[in-house]
């Protein structure tokens, strides 16, 4: 006998035309930030990044010569992927890159050759010169930025000269540039536009106490302008950075394992503040809030305050170095001992 060839059930059809419309639905949500026309992205927020590299050559020799799993080379292409996400997130993000030396702060991206108008889209001739071209079927634009991050890091290591007693990071110096120029792109921007500020700092050397004033003076700074700090640790905590986080609401992280710096900075970073709060990421750390004495630089829990400039000292001083107020200092009274009478013998 010969069976009846089952006949395709009557709704095949529906399902059919209803996954293909729902992956082209999906194609226009993919795409839609890529196709949306200027006049619909006037208003939208621009959403500035800057990344502050540690590239002091005393830490990092140290490292490679320890460990040589996680050089400086392989921090820098972490940071390159991290800047490439953060663009193609959205394209009215921007990306600012900044190496922290111990003898100088030196804007990697955007360099000398950047036009302002290149960081908009708007640059025309002079941003095709920059972007030569890329062999691998790379967006130009990135491939452009990588090379110059390179080159600049390149030249920046192999002309540093460390025969001086500076062997200290200029952290204080590249968070003060990098508030500059948050504050010069504000101003560059169209006028019906926002621009959302954060900086994240990823450090390897250990904190200089000698930076403690100028420090605060940049998270306060940063604070008042909205401006967001991260910080990444990679060696022994920072309590500077610990403060500066928690006072301007960023996030701070310190990496167990280096190799895997790339995943931390996808993960916890790469997201803005809105995104943070629906996300699950480590829980806050303890903030240590030990302030550094004005006399010797040392973090210290318990010491003296001068009333009029607020300098905080570890030892006592009746004159204050700072503005050279004298305190009268008011002595319990001396209490005269009592004269004992004589007993006269009868």
Same mark, same amino acid.
Request: glycine letters at 4%; charged letters at 25%.
């Given at each position: 006998?010969?069976?009846?060839?089952?006949?395709?059930?009557?709704?095949?059809?529906?399902?059919?035309?209803?996954?293909?419309?729902? !992956?082209?639905?999906?194609?226009?949500? #993919? %795409?839609?930030?890529?196709?949306?026309?200027? /006049? +619909?992205?006037?208003? $939208?927020?621009?959403?500035?990044?800057?990344?502050?590299?540690?590239?002091?050559?005393?830490?990092?020799?140290?490292?490679?010569?320890?460990?040589?799993?996680?050089?400086?080379?392989?921090?820098?292409?972490?940071?390159?992927?991290?800047?490439?996400?953060?663009?193609?997130?959205?394209?009215?993000?921007?990306?600012?890159?900044?190496?922290?030396?111990?003898?100088?702060?030196?804007?990697?991206?955007?360099?000398?050759?950047?036009?302002?108008?290149?960081?908009?889209?708007?640059?025309?001739?002079?941003?095709?010169?920059?972007?030569?071209? !890329?062999?691998?079927?790379?967006?130009? #634009? %990135?491939?452009?930025?990588?090379?110059?991050? /390179? +080159?600049?890091?390149? $030249?920046?290591?192999?002309?540093?000269?460390?025969?001086?007693?500076?062997?200290?990071?200029?952290?204080?110096?590249?968070?003060?540039?990098?508030?500059?120029?948050?504050?010069?792109?504000?101003?560059?921007?169209?006028?019906?536009?926002?621009?959302?500020?954060?900086?994240?700092?990823?450090?390897?050397?250990?904190?200089?106490?000698?930076?403690?004033?100028?420090?605060?003076?940049?998270?306060?700074?940063?604070?008042?302008?909205?401006?967001?700090?991260?910080?990444?640790?990679?060696?022994?905590?920072?309590?500077?950075?610990?403060?500066?986080?928690?006072?301007?609401?960023?996030?701070? %992280?310190?990496?167990?394992?280096?190799?895997?710096?790339?995943?931390?900075?996808?993960?916890?970073?790469?997201?803005?503040?809105?995104?943070?709060?629906?996300?699950?990421?480590?829980?806050?750390?303890?903030?240590?809030?030990?302030?550094?004495?004005?006399?010797?630089?040392?973090?210290?829990?318990?010491?003296?305050?001068?009333?009029?400039?607020?300098?905080?000292?570890?030892?006592?001083?009746?004159?204050?170095?700072?503005?050279?107020?004298?305190?009268?200092?008011?002595?319990?009274?001396?209490?005269?001992?009592?004269?004992?009478?004589?007993?006269?013998?009868?």
């Amino acid at each position: 006998m010969k069976r009846r060839k089952s006949s395709p059930p009557e709704d095949t059809a529906t399902e059919e035309s209803t996954r293909d419309r729902v !992956s082209m639905a999906a194609r226009r949500l #993919l %795409l839609r930030p890529w196709m949306v026309s200027p /006049a +619909e992205t006037h208003d $939208d927020e621009l959403s500035l990044l800057v990344v502050i590299v540690d590239t002091n050559p005393i830490w990092w020799g140290k490292k490679a010569l320890g460990e040589a799993e996680f050089t400086l080379s392989k921090c820098i292409d972490a940071v390159m992927v991290l800047g490439n996400s953060h663009l193609l997130m959205n394209r009215n993000n921007r990306l600012a890159v900044i190496a922290s030396h111990t003898q100088e702060s030196r804007f990697l991206y955007p360099g000398k050759g950047w036009a302002a108008a290149d960081l908009f889209g708007d640059g025309g001739s002079s941003m095709e010169s920059n972007c030569s071209g !890329s062999k691998d079927g790379k967006y130009e #634009l %990135l491939t452009a930025i990588n090379d110059a991050i /390179a +080159e600049e890091i390149k $030249d920046l290591m192999t002309k540093s000269d460390m025969r001086g007693q500076q062997t200290e990071t200029l952290l204080v110096g590249s968070l003060a540039k990098a508030l500059c120029y948050i504050n010069k792109m504000s101003k560059d921007i169209k006028g019906n536009q926002e621009i959302k500020s954060r900086i994240l700092v990823i450090k390897a050397a250990e904190d200089s106490a000698l930076q403690y004033m100028n420090f605060m003076n940049v998270i306060f700074a940063a604070q008042k302008q909205s401006v967001l700090i991260d910080a990444c640790v990679l060696d022994s905590d920072s309590g500077l950075l610990q403060q500066a986080c928690d006072i301007t609401g960023g996030m701070y %992280l310190k990496v167990l394992h280096m190799p895997s710096l790339l995943q931390y900075l996808l993960c916890v970073f790469l997201p803005d503040q809105e995104q943070r709060s629906q996300l699950v990421l480590p829980p806050p750390v303890h903030v240590d809030y030990r302030a550094a004495c004005f006399c010797h630089r040392n973090l210290i829990e318990i010491g003296y305050v001068c009333s009029v400039c607020l300098s905080i000292f570890c030892n006592f001083s009746p004159i204050c170095s700072t503005c050279e107020t004298a305190f009268k200092i008011s002595l319990p009274p001396v209490m005269k001992a009592k004269k004992k009478k004589l007993k006269v013998a009868a």
